[in-house]
């Protein structure tokens, strides 16, 4: 009898030891790995950060690649090139990571009052917002094109064709401040691209006016709608981080983070990445 307990005893303990390294080995298998960069740069803002061992990011997270807020496997979790390039930061600096997720139009703003340490939020350093608030070197550069309905895809050939027709944006972005100035009471200004392109699927808006990246992401998570470039809309100006004015110190270390991903091609890998990550997780 004991002999029969203890048979019993072992192979419970085996079982368990087994379930035990496949929960490690899956818990391994879900971490990423560190990137950090030698970073040179100290001063009074850098030094402040790492004392109190965080620094906080504030983004809008609904702009996939760049962003985008997952519920994979029940959990909520902030994802994206920017929050990759965030996360790279705050290792480089030795410290956590604490992201604040807020409408894009108030970015800006709670940067100015100190309530978040950078923004990234696919955030064009255009010269209206230099006036603000201060930017890292670019990290990326596209084009700003239309996301229209399948049906509608042959009745715009250029911009001016869109006269009389109701546009959408998303309120604070640049594509907002070029589409207002051209066509006035006509651009219609949303808190978030989801809103957008629900508004552009029922028909309430007639187009969306959008930086090129998450249009295409947004083309291709969506049955219906397609993407019209080439109607002589200038370039944007190409994403950069926030940083406070006179905050002069996170700049430039911000600036070598910036500059070793980009050499080492780290950059470029994680748009490859992140694109293909938002076309399975958004939600057609």
Excluded: H
């Amino acid at each position: 009898m004991k002999k029969k307990i203890f048979n019993i005893a072992i192979i419970a303990m085996t079982v368990l030891f087994l379930f035990g390294c496949g929960k490690k080995e899956e818990k391994k298998s879900e971490t990423k790995e560190t990137i950090k960069v030698e970073v040179a740069t100290t001063g009074p803002t850098v030094d402040a950060i790492k004392e109190k061992g965080k620094i906080v990011l504030g983004t809008s997270a609904d702009f996939p690649p760049m962003e985008w807020t997952s519920f994979q496997d029940g959990s909520e979790k902030y994802q994206g090139v920017d929050i990759a390039l965030a996360q790279a930061i705050a290792d480089s600096l030795g410290v956590k990571l604490e992201v604040k997720n807020m409408a894009f139009e108030g970015l800006l703003g709670s940067l100015k009052a100190g309530d978040v340490d950078m923004v990234l939020a696919g955030m064009g350093a255009d010269d209206e917002r230099k006036k603000q608030v201060d930017f890292s070197d670019e990290y990326s550069k596209g084009k700003q094109v239309l996301l229209v309905t399948e049906e509608n895809k042959d009745k715009f050939k250029t911009f001016d064709d869109l006269n009389g027709k109701i546009i959408g944006t998303q309120l604070g972005s640049l594509q907002q401040k070029f589409a207002t100035e051209k066509f006035g009471d006509n651009c219609k200004g949303f808190d978030l691209n989801n809103v957008i392109i629900e508004q552009l699927k029922n028909k309430s808006i007639d187009a969306a006016f959008l930086s090129e990246l998450p249009a295409k992401q947004f083309a291709s998570i969506t049955d219906g709608l397609v993407i019209i470039d080439n109607l002589g809309i200038p370039d944007e100006s190409g994403f950069a981080v926030a940083v406070k004015k006179g905050n002069d110190d996170l700049t430039k270390a911000v600036n070598e983070v910036i500059k070793g991903l980009k050499d080492s091609g780290q950059m470029e890998k994680w748009f490859d990445e992140y694109i293909e990550l938002s076309n399975k997780e958004a939600i057609k």
